[in-house]
């Protein structure tokens, strides 16, 4: 994938992100911004596959920004994983420090801490094996994912099976990109 449309997709992504925390941060009904405990999320994938990612050159990415009264995370990521479900959540692990909880596994997989890892937020995709694949291919699934937490989150890190892969410390309002691994192995 060349840059230009790696860019548009970045733009279009944190865009979104932005209209989910204007829209959060302008209800009525949480003056605040988002419920700390249950800060809302949304994650899709195209189901489990070939991933067609050159690990030289990076393609996922985390990227979290003010918005008024929340902070908007958006992500895109590849996790290699053999055939089963991936399940995407937020969690609240203390005061101001959120885990982005990525689980491979069965169906019915349950996060680090014992929760329902689809719990509180929302999930589409396709969960099909899809066309018949190359014998040789890294297998896993593509996602992106998005969330407005509190303005007063402090560190972001990212979770796959219990492990963390990267953490953002949040020191100001200013924006952050980092890169992620791609794929990341599960």
Request: hydrophobic letters at 35%; glycine letters at 10%; proline letters at 6%.
């Amino acid at each position: 994938m060349d840059r230009v449309p790696r860019l548009a997709l970045l733009l279009a992504l944190v865009g979104i992100a932005f209209a989910a925390g204007v829209v959060v941060g302008t209800d009525s009904a949480q003056p605040s911004g988002p419920d700390p405990e249950r800060p809302p999320y949304q994650y899709s994938h195209g189901g489990h596959g070939c991933l067609a990612a050159d690990p030289a050159d990076p393609t996922g990415w985390l990227h979290v920004v003010a918005s008024g009264r929340s902070t908007s995370v958006t992500m895109d990521a590849q996790v290699a994983h053999e055939r089963g479900e991936l399940n995407v959540s937020v969690r609240n692990r203390s005061a101001g420090r959120y885990a982005i909880a990525i689980r491979t596994g069965p169906e019915n997989a349950t996060s680090a801490e014992g929760v329902d890892a689809r719990q509180g937020g929302t999930e589409s995709g396709d969960r099909s094996a899809g066309a018949t694949e190359a014998a040789d291919c890294r297998r896993g699934t593509r996602f992106n994912f998005g969330a407005s937490l509190p303005t007063d989150v402090e560190r972001i890190a990212v979770r796959v099976n219990g492990q963390t892969v990267t953490a953002i410390d949040r020191e100001s309002t200013t924006a952050r990109l980092v890169e992620l691994p791609t794929p990341i192995a599960a």
